[in-house]
């Protein structure tokens, strides 16, 4: 099929005196003698138009029915035909379907969003799978863009809820030295309350934060993500390019290392724009909303109770505070980078803040536990004899020492008291003995010595003699 232009120029050479032959017209122009005569033969050069029969044109109302039956699968569409008996390959019904429309989506006309400088920055968050000190973890990637100059800054949190919100957006707007007039986002609850697109409202925490740094939130339709595709590139850039190659040790380290690649990001030239994104900013920031006289730190307030070890949690973590604030409850303010303990307005303890969820415990020096200075024992008056009488009796001294420790004064006086009751000599090898056993049962000492010294010291009675003569 040739096109109109080629049969334009067949017709009109045909018209010539005297009228060359078909074969010089296909000399001429290029193409096979049959296409000349077929193109004279029809007399116009507007393309005709082709009418095929399609194998499934018997078939349409039932590919219809079936399509939706089949819930848009066309693979199921294709073997429900095969069981009818319609049987053609899977790529004639992909095609049939595609002529007569059926489960294809229009395509619509794309367009372009222009924006002037200080108008509108777009915010978003994406989750990234990051290695970092050689675990990998999955982490929220927070980003805002100048949709102007295209200067973009972004940073990586173990989680986004709304404290985290205000403490990125306040570095960010602080980074470009002030904020646009309108911020997009899309339909997330960290900023939204309730409603989507024209109809959303900012929780009232983020309204009266959008409202310190002179700017409003908008959200985006649903469905309509173009509407923020300024913030969506920086994503597949920091994904793709970012962590590619790079290693880090922990999230502070890829804070600062994203940081500084945003910077480089903004100073190098871009193809679209003609130049860089901060040359673009060098009129943009004249436009901005100026940054207020006195932007708080951003924290979390939370209300914990001191537990019996002197520590209150915050994200599995536990931090120190003194031993008087045992079982009160206290006031913790956290920020990004320390946890201050606050009682009754006074800050009683300040923390460099862990990364949450590491069950960590840190314990400032003035928390420590104090350890009291051992006290030697000073020995009770009776073990200077019981030493002197013999080395078992002081070895059996150091026994109970050993095992009861400042308990072990009433052993040692009731050992004295054997001694002093009892012949030294029967004392001294049942304590031998004991000993050899690593006894110091003073009652089963004082049995063995009773043993030994029962025929010499007591009037035992001889079984032989009758007990009434």
Same mark, same amino acid.
């Given at each position: ?249 922990? !999230?502070?380290? /890829?804070?600062?290392? =994203? $940081? ?10 871009? +193809? @679209? &724009? ?118 078992? !009796?002081?070895? /059996?001294?150091?026994? =109970? $020492? ?10 040692? +006086? @009731? &050992? ?54």
């Amino acid at each position: 099929m040739h096109d109109e232009q080629t049969r334009a120029a067949v017709l009109r050479l045909a018209r010539r005196e005297p009228p060359p032959s078909e074969r010089a017209i296909a000399k001429a122009v290029g193409i096979s003698r049959e296409s000349v005569h077929q193109i004279l033969q029809s007399g116009v050069a507007a393309v005709p138009v082709l009418d095929r029969a399609q194998a499934l044109d018997p078939h349409l109302e039932q590919v219809q029915l079936l399509f939706v039956k089949c819930r848009k699968n066309l693979v199921r569409v294709h073997e429900e035909l095969a069981a009818a008996g319609v049987d053609v390959p899977y790529a004639t019904l992909t095609a049939f379907c595609r002529r007569q429309g059926i489960g294809v989506k229009p395509k619509e006309r794309a367009g372009q969003y222009h924006f002037e400088p200080g108008e509108e920055m777009q915010h978003d968050t994406s989750p990234h799978t990051i290695e970092i000190g050689g675990r990998a973890r999955r982490m929220q990637c927070a980003s805002l863009v100048l949709c102007y100059a295209r200067r973009v800054f972004a940073q990586v949190y173990p989680r986004f809820d709304r404290f985290y919100a205000k403490a990125f957006l306040t570095e960010a707007i602080t980074h470009f030295g002030g904020a646009a007039s309108r911020a997009v986002v899309d339909n997330s609850s960290v900023i939204i309350a309730h409603g989507t697109g024209k109809d959303a409202v900012p929780a009232p925490e983020m309204a009266a934060f959008a409202e310190r740094f002179g700017f409003v939130w908008m959200a985006h339709e649903l469905g309509d993500a173009n509407r923020s595709a300024r913030v969506e590139r920086p994503f597949h850039d920091i994904e793709n390019n970012f962590y590619a190659g790079r290693t880090f040790a922990d !999230l502070a380290d /890829l804070n600062a290392q =994203l $940081r500084a690649w945003c910077e480089r990001v903004d100073n190098t030239p871009k +193809r @679209r &724009l003609g130049t860089t994104p901060m040359a673009l900013f060098a009129t943009e920031m004249t436009a901005l909303q100026p940054l207020p006289l006195h932007i708080p730190e951003v924290y979390d307030l939370v209300r914990r109770t001191v537990d019996l070890e002197g520590l209150v949690h915050y994200y599995t973590n536990r931090y120190s505070v003194a031993d008087d604030l045992l079982g009160r409850e206290v006031e913790l303010r956290a920020t990004l980078t320390h946890v201050r303990v606050i009682d009754r307005h006074a800050v009683v303890a300040e923390h460099v803040r862990v990364e949450d969820g590491q069950q960590a415990t840190r314990t400032l020096p003035e928390h420590k536990k104090k350890h009291r200075p051992r006290v030697e024992r000073q020995p009770i008056a009776e073990e200077g004899p019981l030493r002197a009488a013999a080395p078992e !009796l002081s070895a /059996l001294v150091d026994l =109970l $020492r050993k095992q009861h420790g400042g308990r072990a004064v009433r052993a040692i +006086r @009731r &050992l004295y008291t054997m001694f002093v009751d009892y012949p030294t000599e029967p004392l001294v090898a049942a304590v031998r003995l004991a000993l050899e056993y690593g006894l110091s049962d003073l009652e089963r000492i004082e049995q063995i010595t009773l043993r030994r010294i029962a025929g010499d010291f007591f009037r035992l009675p001889n079984p032989e003699e009758d007990p009434d003569g």
